[in-house]
Protein backbone atom coordinates (compact mmCIF):
# COMPACT_ATOMS: atom_id res chain seq x y z
CA UNK A 1 0.00 0.00 0.00
CA UNK A 2 1.48 3.46 -1.13
CA UNK A 3 1.57 6.17 1.60
CA UNK A 4 1.83 9.89 1.20
CA UNK A 5 3.11 10.53 4.47
CA UNK A 6 5.24 8.19 6.50
CA UNK A 7 4.83 7.50 10.29
CA UNK A 8 8.81 7.16 11.29
CA UNK A 9 9.00 3.93 14.32
CA UNK A 10 9.58 6.62 16.55
CA UNK A 11 6.61 7.74 16.31
CA UNK A 12 4.51 4.91 15.97
CA UNK A 13 6.38 3.51 19.21
CA UNK A 14 5.07 6.94 21.61
CA UNK A 15 1.54 6.72 20.39
CA UNK A 16 1.86 2.90 21.62
CA UNK A 17 2.81 4.05 24.90
CA UNK A 18 0.95 6.92 24.94
CA UNK A 19 -2.24 4.40 24.31
CA UNK A 20 -0.84 2.11 27.20
CA UNK A 21 -0.39 4.99 29.58
CA UNK A 22 -2.90 5.28 32.40
CA UNK A 23 -3.38 9.14 32.55
CA UNK A 24 -5.08 10.50 35.65
CA UNK A 25 -6.24 13.68 33.98
CA UNK A 26 -6.63 14.65 30.25
CA UNK A 27 -3.36 14.03 28.16
CA UNK A 28 -2.60 15.11 24.17
CA UNK A 29 -0.22 14.01 21.82
CA UNK A 30 0.53 16.49 18.90
CA UNK A 31 1.87 15.64 15.92
CA UNK A 32 2.55 17.31 12.87
CA UNK A 33 3.54 16.57 8.82
CA UNK A 34 7.26 17.98 8.11
CA UNK A 35 6.15 18.98 4.53
CA UNK A 36 9.95 18.87 2.92
CA UNK A 37 10.66 15.22 4.53
CA UNK A 38 6.90 13.82 3.87
CA UNK A 39 7.23 12.39 7.59
CA UNK A 40 5.43 12.87 10.68
CA UNK A 41 6.71 14.62 13.90
CA UNK A 42 5.85 14.28 17.66
CA UNK A 43 5.57 18.12 18.66
CA UNK A 44 4.84 17.89 22.13
CA UNK A 45 2.65 15.75 24.96
CA UNK A 46 1.11 17.75 27.07
CA UNK A 47 -0.68 16.47 30.76
CA UNK A 48 -3.74 17.77 32.73
CA UNK A 49 -5.14 19.94 29.45
CA UNK A 50 -8.71 21.08 28.63
CA UNK A 51 -9.50 21.31 25.19
CA UNK A 52 -10.21 24.79 25.82
CA UNK A 53 -6.40 25.33 26.88
CA UNK A 54 -5.36 22.86 23.95
CA UNK A 55 -6.97 25.21 20.98
CA UNK A 56 -5.83 28.87 23.04
CA UNK A 57 -2.48 27.94 24.27
CA UNK A 58 -3.02 28.42 27.91
CA UNK A 59 -0.88 24.65 28.87
CA UNK A 60 1.53 24.97 31.56
CA UNK A 61 2.08 21.07 32.00
CA UNK A 62 4.41 20.62 29.11
CA UNK A 63 5.94 17.22 28.73
CA UNK A 64 8.03 17.39 25.53
CA UNK A 65 9.92 13.94 23.88
CA UNK A 66 13.38 15.60 23.62
CA UNK A 67 13.51 19.47 24.36
CA UNK A 68 11.86 22.04 26.50
CA UNK A 69 9.29 24.09 24.84
CA UNK A 70 8.06 27.61 25.92
CA UNK A 71 4.76 26.76 28.37
CA UNK A 72 2.23 28.74 25.77
CA UNK A 73 2.00 26.11 23.62
CA UNK A 74 -0.98 26.06 21.50
CA UNK A 75 -2.50 24.57 18.09
CA UNK A 76 -1.53 26.82 15.32
CA UNK A 77 -4.06 29.08 12.98
CA UNK A 78 -2.18 28.58 10.43
CA UNK A 79 -0.82 24.79 10.42
CA UNK A 80 -2.99 21.68 10.34
CA UNK A 81 -2.18 19.21 12.92
CA UNK A 82 -3.52 15.88 14.62
CA UNK A 83 -4.15 15.46 18.24
CA UNK A 84 -4.73 11.56 19.83
CA UNK A 85 -6.40 12.56 23.65
CA UNK A 86 -7.15 10.81 26.23
CA UNK A 87 -10.12 12.43 27.31
CA UNK A 88 -11.46 12.36 31.07
CA UNK A 89 -15.01 11.60 30.51
CA UNK A 90 -17.87 11.17 33.01
CA UNK A 91 -21.14 9.61 31.77
CA UNK A 92 -24.48 10.25 33.20
CA UNK A 93 -24.74 7.31 35.36
CA UNK A 94 -21.81 8.58 37.07
CA UNK A 95 -18.81 6.15 35.37
CA UNK A 96 -15.51 7.76 34.51
CA UNK A 97 -13.90 6.10 31.35
CA UNK A 98 -10.86 7.84 29.20
CA UNK A 99 -11.50 7.37 25.67
CA UNK A 100 -9.09 8.01 23.47
CA UNK A 101 -10.11 10.25 20.64
CA UNK A 102 -8.33 11.67 17.55
CA UNK A 103 -8.53 15.75 16.71
CA UNK A 104 -8.18 16.34 13.40
CA UNK A 105 -6.91 20.55 13.21
CA UNK A 106 -7.45 21.83 10.01
CA UNK A 107 -8.03 25.79 10.60
CA UNK A 108 -9.28 27.35 7.87
CA UNK A 109 -6.04 29.95 7.64
CA UNK A 110 -4.20 27.13 6.60
CA UNK A 111 -2.22 26.56 2.80
CA UNK A 112 -4.26 24.65 0.43
CA UNK A 113 -1.43 22.18 -0.38
CA UNK A 114 -0.60 21.41 3.39
CA UNK A 115 -4.33 21.09 4.18
CA UNK A 116 -4.27 18.28 0.78
CA UNK A 117 -1.19 16.34 2.71
CA UNK A 118 -2.79 16.46 5.65
CA UNK A 119 -6.00 14.78 4.67
CA UNK A 120 -4.77 12.28 2.47
CA UNK A 121 -2.58 11.06 5.71
CA UNK A 122 -5.81 10.77 8.34
CA UNK A 123 -7.03 7.39 8.04
CA UNK A 124 -3.27 6.37 7.88
CA UNK A 125 -2.67 8.31 11.06
CA UNK A 126 -5.98 7.17 12.45
CA UNK A 127 -5.39 3.32 11.95
CA UNK A 128 -1.75 3.69 13.07
CA UNK A 129 -2.75 5.32 16.67
CA UNK A 130 -5.94 2.79 16.50
CA UNK A 131 -8.52 5.82 17.52
CA UNK A 132 -12.15 4.80 17.10
CA UNK A 133 -13.64 8.35 17.41
CA UNK A 134 -12.36 11.19 15.18
CA UNK A 135 -13.49 15.63 15.75
CA UNK A 136 -12.91 17.00 12.64
CA UNK A 137 -11.97 21.13 14.06
CA UNK A 138 -12.09 23.40 11.29
CA UNK A 139 -13.22 26.24 12.77
CA UNK A 140 -9.79 27.72 15.08
CA UNK A 141 -10.12 28.04 18.86
CA UNK A 142 -14.06 28.34 18.38
CA UNK A 143 -14.32 24.53 17.12
CA UNK A 144 -12.76 22.72 20.40
CA UNK A 145 -14.39 22.96 23.50
CA UNK A 146 -15.60 21.08 26.57
CA UNK A 147 -19.52 20.76 25.25
CA UNK A 148 -18.54 19.85 21.69
CA UNK A 149 -16.28 17.05 22.44
CA UNK A 150 -18.00 15.50 25.44
CA UNK A 151 -21.47 15.68 23.16
CA UNK A 152 -19.17 13.69 20.13
CA UNK A 153 -17.91 11.20 22.61
CA UNK A 154 -21.52 10.54 24.37
CA UNK A 155 -23.03 10.12 21.04
CA UNK A 156 -22.70 6.21 20.58
Not at 109 to 126: K, P, R, V
Amino acid sequence: MSHTVDIPQELKDSLRKFRFTRHKSNAALVVKINKQKLIMEEVERLDAISPEELAEGEVTNVSPPDLVLSSAVELPEAAPRYVVLSYELVHKDGRTSSPLVLINWAPPACETSLLTLHASALLDFQTTADVGKVLEVRDGTEGLTKELLEAKLLSS
